[in-house]
């Protein structure tokens, strides 16, 4: 079978999905044709290329480890399969919501009458932490940054709170210089107009018009090329953190400057108040002074 539409559409060939975005092909492969209606469902629905491709990578592990298909696969095939030694707790629970939403869409279309994953439960995840780079490190990153685009790419990541793929795919006409905001289209392709941070709009002045990180191979890089950049330039700085932890970073910072956490879940375009939390760290100077003040307060 063979099928091919353009513009944000589905391409099929029997081996695997593509995806058109703008006329540049995204391949996920597909091993089976159930698993590719179910990609072209997900895209349908509006799912992101990277949460296609990972689905399709698990998916794809899962049949080949168990031997046969995965919608033939009984609930002691999925227990033996998440109870694997070697597997870390989240990675049990990301497989687990994996294979969930697989086999709920399987009992949705009618592919199977139940759902497996019913009587299981997810692993618990362990307790995250938020590990942003310190202030005196994030102004260090952002003196000694060797050209404009490392320090553009900080500056997004560490005032603006973008994720590593929105930095990726940065465009100069998401930002107002005039209005001092900036645009940006997130995860489920919600777009935000938010205010911009005073140094991003000075930077935005000498960046060229268009994709501010382009690449030889497509009009612009990818989110795992800013991840790899960022953080060699970190460890050149000494500074043990990852791209993500500048979004900790901008999290933190807005807290400990005085926004509650309803602003910071705003601007850092969570949809729940438990995510937000996760990104905050209270310094430990905040903490010292909230011991101390038991005993100013009941004893004064």
């Known amino acids: 079978m063979s099928e091919k539409r353009h513009q944000n559409v589905t391409v099929r060939n029997g081996t695997q999905v593509t995806k058109v975005v703008n006329d540049k092909f995204v391949k996920a492969p597909i091993k089976s044709k159930v698993l590719q209606d179910w990609a072209t469902r997900m895209y349908q ?3 992101s290329n990277r949460t296609v491709k990972d689905r399709m990578t698990v998916l794809n592990r899962f049949e080949k480890d168990i031997q046969r298909p995965a919608l033939a696969a009984d609930t002691d095939d999925v227990a033996e399969w998440l109870a ?24 949705i279309v009618g592919l199977r009458e139940d759902n497996p994953m019913a009587s299981l439960k997810a692993a618990r995840r362990p ?30 990541g ?19 210089i005039e209005a001092q905001t900036i645009e940006i289209t997130g995860k489920g392709g919600s777009t935000y107009v938010l205010p911009a941070h005073p140094l991003v709009v000075e930077h ?18 990818g989110g795992r090329t800013v991840s790899e950049r960022l953080r060699i330039y970190m460890l050149q700085q000494n500074v043990n953190a990852t791209a993500h932890a500048l979004r900790h970073f901008f999290g933190t910072a807005l807290v400990a400057s005085g926004a509650d956490l309803r602003v910071a879940q705003e601007l850092l375009r969570h ?26 307060d009941d004893f004064a």
């Open 45 to 47: 629905e509006g799912k």
């Open 84 to 107: 694997r030694p070697e597997l870390a707790a989240v990675t049990k629970s990301v497989y687990f919501s994996i294979l969930n939403a697989f086999y709920k869409h399987a009992t």
């Open 127 to 156: 307790k995250r932490y938020p590990r942003p780079p310190s202030p005196q490190q994030f102004m260090r990153l952002l003196s000694n940054a060797p050209n404009g685009d490392m320090k553009a790419m900080v500056l997004l």
């Open 158 to 176: 560490g005032l603006q709170g973008l994720r590593v793929h929105e930095i990726a795919r940065f465009h100069s006409r998401q930002i107002d």
């Open 204 to 221: 935005a002045k000498k960046m060229k018009w268009g994709y501010w990180f382009t690449s030889q191979r497509a009009k612009h890089i």
């Open 271 to 296: 949809a729940s108040l438990q995510t937000t939390a996760i990104y905050v760290q209270t310094s430990d100077k905040r903490k010292r002074a909230a011991i101390e003040r038991i005993i100013s």
